[in-house]
T-cell receptor
């Protein structure tokens, strides 16, 4: 298996633009997690899915953020409109359960100018 | 918040020395994991210790867990330059993990 795949690896956009981050989890993993990492706030859990259903989105910062998982092999995290404070590295991770080892993707480094 | 707090924030040692980093948390947990993150990369799982375990080993890694003190430690023995990375503890309550702030370890060759 290729591991968790994220795209793009780097994204530079201007304030106000829509940004879509993509994630392909490891096949067979029922849990998918989206995290955001910044120097100031560390690694924050934004949302997680179980069997494609959002279970806990309490970490989503505001309505500008939305996440979907239309099928077991694909998830998106969308920011609309983007703001400079959204600049961070966004990680996707997947797991066979919600409490065991998580496998992280390489991350998407987002810069909002 | 259940977030773990690692201590120290940064650690610099010579190759061959042992490195110890600690994690404290605030609420009851099901288990605790340690992850490593190399610069510019995603996190990699190192070891998981369940709440009913007190010590666990994996290669050069030794993890202890003291649920009465709500703390855990990660010991890396005979460190190598390749161990240079940030190390995070992650505590699990119910179906999700909360990551700590991390310890930046630098191993000097």
């Amino acid at each position: 298996d290729a591991g968790v795949i994220q795209s793009p690896r780097h994204e530079v956009t201007e304030m106000g633009q829509e940004v879509t981050l993509r994630c392909k989890p490891i096949s067979g993993h029922d849990y998918l997690f989206w995290y955001r990492q910044t120097m100031m706030r560390g690694l924050e859990l934004l949302i997680y899915f179980n069997n494609n259903v959002p279970i806990d989105d309490s970490g989503m910062p505001e309505d500008r953020f939305s996440a979907k998982m239309p099928n077991a092999s694909f998830s998106t995290l969308k920011i609309q409109p983007s703001e400079p404070r959204d600049s961070a590295v966004y990680f996707c991770a997947s797991s066979t359960s919600g409490i065991d080892e998580q496998f992280f993707g390489p991350g998407t480094r987002l810069t909002v100018l | 918040s259940q977030q773990g707090e690692e201590d120290p924030q940064a650690l610099s040692i010579q190759e061959g020395e042992n490195a110890t980093m600690n994690c404290s948390y605030k609420t009851s947990i099901n288990n605790l994991q340690w992850y490593r993150q190399n610069s510019g990369r995603g996190l990699v799982h190192l070891i998981l210790i369940r709440s009913n375990e007190r010590e666990k080993h994996s290669g050069r890694l030794r993890v202890t867990l003291d649920t009465s003190k709500k703390s855990s430690s990660l010991l890396i023995t005979a460190s190598r330059a390749a161990d240079t990375a940030s190390y995070f503890c992650a505590t699990s309550g119910t179906y999700k993990y909360i990551f700590g702030t991390g310890t930046r370890l630098k191993v000097l060759a």
